[in-house]
C-alpha cells in the first residue's frame, strides 16, 4: 500500500487528477466499470488496485493517467476495458461467495454435530429442561405463597431474578423454542 500512496501523493503533488498513475488508472477504471470500485476497499484492496492498475495500463497501452483517458475515448478500447474489469469484478465476487459458502457449511455441520450429540443423549440429561422448569414453576409458587401469608418479604432483586426465570420458561414451553425443538428431534442429523 505504500507505493500506492507514494504514487497517489506525486501524483497528486505534481497536478495529475485521481492522483499519480494507480489514482489515475483507477480513476479510469471506476469510470467504465464502477462494479470494481467496490472491491477496491478492504483487506483485498491494494491487491485488486494494482491489478486494476495493470489492466488499464495493458488494455490502454500506456502508464500515463491522461493518455489512459483518452485511450478509454475510443469506444472499441472502453468496451475491451470493461469487458476485463467487469471479470476481475466477477472473480472477487466468487472467491467472496465460496468465502460465504465455506462458512455456512461449516455452520450447518456444527449444528447437526450439535443435534446429533443432543439426540445421544439419555437418562437425566435427556429431560434436563423438564426439571429445570418443574423446580423453577414450584419455587415461584412457594415465594409468591409465602409473600401471600405474610412470611418474611424476599428481596426486590431476588425477587426480579425469579421472576425472569419464571418468565423465560413459561416462554420456552408456550413459545416456538419447545416446538422448535421438537422439530429438531424429528429431524435426522445432516439436515
Known amino acids: 500500500m505504500g507505493e500506492t500512496l507514494a504514487n497517489a501523493a506525486a501524483g497528486f503533488a505534481a497536478g495529475l487528477p485521481f492522483g499519480g498513475p494507480i489514482g489515475g488508472a483507477i480513476g ?54 470493461r469487458v476485463k474489469l467487469l471479470a476481475i469484478a466477477a472473480e472477487r465476487e466468487a472467491a467472496r461467495d465460496s468465502h460465504i459458502l465455506a462458512m455456512t457449511k461449516a455452520a450447518n455441520e456444527d449444528r447437526d454435530h450439535a443435534r446429533k450429540a443432543d439426540a445421544e443423549r439419555t437418562g437425566v440429561l435427556r429431560f434436563a429442561t423438564l426439571y429445570f422448569s418443574t423446580a423453577v414453576f414450584i419455587l415461584y409458587a412457594a415465594v409468591l405463597a409465602a409473600g401471600m ?38 429431524k435426522p442429523a445432516g439436515q
Open 28 to 81: 479510469a477504471a471506476v469510470a467504465v466499470a464502477p462494479e470494481v470500485g467496490k472491491w477496491l476497499f478492504g483487506k483485498e484492496g491494494e491487491k485488486v488496485a494494482q491489478t486494476v492498475a495493470a489492466t488499464v495500463e495493458a488494455v490502454t497501452g500506456t502508464p500515463d493517467p491522461e493518455m489512459q483517458r483518452e485511450a478509454i475515448a475510443d469506444p472499441e478500447k472502453a468496451s475491451e476495458l
Open 149 to 186: 401469608f405474610s412470611y418474611p418479604a424476599v428481596p426486590p432483586d431476588d425477587m426480579a431474578t425469579l421472576r425472569t426465570v419464571f418468565v423465560a420458561a413459561v416462554f420456552y414451553w408456550v413459545g416456538s423454542s419447545r416446538s422448535s425443538a421438537a422439530k429438531d428431534e424429528k
